[in-house]
């Protein structure tokens, strides 16, 4: 969806009056539109400089240029030409060969719009190259006399929109690593082969206590385990396992490095790229069934209420019983039979008193619909459902939010319940922005509902429960998304918003989180006796926080870049078909349109919607027709056709129907 800049007037000084007169030439980083023209960003005004299509001067998105200004007038639009370029942004750029057997030149099309010009390639550069590759180029030069930058293809991923040229494009596009250099796997193998694992007498032992995992059903790793015994008629031992990743994974070591740069798996529809070695993420620190396996623990004794009696926390031994996919315990909670029944009925019940609670202390509950999309063997796909979290994944959820809550909580405060100023690394979600909340409230109003802006948790809760089955609850649900803070990692712990908790931190996904072998790390070194001389400064852990938080975003924005891919490609076969859809976003030319089946989002031109003239409101929340007054909001359902599925552009075009 597309989202909007609000202008705001600013006032200047006296002094600011003074410098606009007095600078000629001044320095910013450029931002160039599909059009052509561009807008230079310069610290000194607090505002754009307009930049027109032909005094650009061949500069590239993000480059920092020095520009002329031509308008210092005030009160009138500020422009100004571009007289030097100081840095490049970048210089390569990921695009599809084009070649034309009657041109000098072949060209390279930059889809992502990180270029806003085609990239010329000499013909006698082309030998052994094939049209439609996807490619790196760089550039080399740009001519005066030519309107195109030249470059030279330096890498070639594969015909264009192959799975495989996709994945490896896109990690290259945003820097993240997907193999292991010889040094690393060779570190990781030594591990394996070491002979004494540990003393295991140092570890509280678990193996005699019913242990199983519960994952989906195509994972190869096992980060978390959970384990439950009675210990009377009221009271209940339930253990939270944790893969012990950093008893192997030594601080400073080459495997230790290596994961910190990737800093997280990531995860593709059909392709994971682990942030550890295969044979340590789904061989050696996995849980794995009847295998004895090495733990950071965190064991509770919890009555029938869901009164949380004792904790203890520190490093264990188990084997886990069974390895369980979620389908498996959704089957056995709804029929209360099968393998461990009753503990894991017991699990459910108190899961369902820990859900309770942490709703009734104000925590949002969001639980939307994930699309899933099957590949045949050549990775094709043909097969889409929209599914949401059953009770087996609530249930996990739930025993991993309280290992990740107590744990923090345990660190950050002693035992008298003041704050005990240790280092640590949280996992904090500030409040939402209050100017995102009303826009969202002055969206769903014409729907037909509200939101109380003085107690915003609880209406919130109450808003997302009104739209569930609703066409417009997907649409509803992203606008909340989109509306809250982005949660991230810091030794500043702020708390968490969403979930309502004064302390919280990752701690139960080692294995595919540097941030929660950070945690465990911090953990050790408390529960350990005269170890706190291991610790670093509290700016050292910041910096790993802030890494971690970067590289998670980033991460993110390529697994949805790369579904989105997925989506195109699999929606293609539909072509010409007709279908329901929810209007989601405005810009001044197009309408997006959220199509139901898919819950994808594809794209109507205004132009080409017949039977009126359709222009954007002044509240950019509606557009209206121009003879027949016809309005569309936000959230209102239409009919659409299918047009065209670019996989190139990863752009969906449809024909509005609806008149």
Known sequence: MPFYLEKKKKKYSIEKKNQYRNLVTVTGLITITNYGYAFVNVEEFQKLIFIPKKKTNRAIEGDLVRIKIKNKKLGKKMEGEVIKIIKRNRENFIGVLKIKSNSRYGLVIVYNKTIHVN?????????????????????????????NPLGEIIKVFGQSGEYTTEIYSLLEEYGLSYEFSKEVEKEAKKIVFKKNLDNNLRRRDMRNINTFTIDPFDAKDFDDALSIRKLNYNTWEIGIHIADVTYYIKEGSLLDKEAYTRSNSIYFIGKSIPMLPKILSNDICSLHPEKDKLSFSSIFNVDSKGKILKSWFGKTIIRSNRRFTYEEVQKIIEKKRGDFHKDLYTLFTFSKIFTKNRLKNGSIYLDKVEIKIHLDEKKNPYKLDLEKNNEA????????????????????????????????????????????IFILKK???????????????????????????????????????????????????????????????????????????IAHRLLNYYLTKNNESKLKSLDFYEKQAVHCSYKERLSIDAEREFSKYIQVKYIKKFLGKEFDGIITGFTDWSVFIDLLSFQTEGMVRLRDIEGDIYTLNSNNYSIIGKKKRKIYHLGDKVKVKLLDANIEKKQIILEWLDT
């Open 393 to 436: 994944h609530r249930l996990i959820e739930e025993f991993m939010l309280l290992a990740n809550r107590k744990i923090s909580e345990f660190v950050s405060l002693n035992l008298d319940g003041n704050p005990s100023n240790k280092t640590y690394i949280y996992r904090i979600h500030d409040k939402p922005d209050f100017q995102k």
């Open 443 to 517: 969206i769903i109003e014409p729907l037909g509902y509200s939101l109380d802006l003085k107690n915003l948790k609880k209406s919130l809760n109450g808003l997302l429960k009104n739209i569930q089955g609703k066409s417009e609850q997907n649409m509803i649900e992203n606008l909340i998304l989109r509306s809250m803070s982005k949660a991230k990692y810091s030794t500043n712990n702020i708390g968490h918003y969403g979930l309502s908790f004064i302390y919280y931190s990752h701690f139960t996904s080692p294995i595919r989180r540097y941030s929660d072998i």
């Open 119 to 147: 990239i010329y390639i000499p013909k006698k550069k082309l030998k052994g190259y094939h049209p439609n590759e996807k490619v790196l180029v760089r550039i080399i030069t740009w001519p005066k006399n030519l309107k």
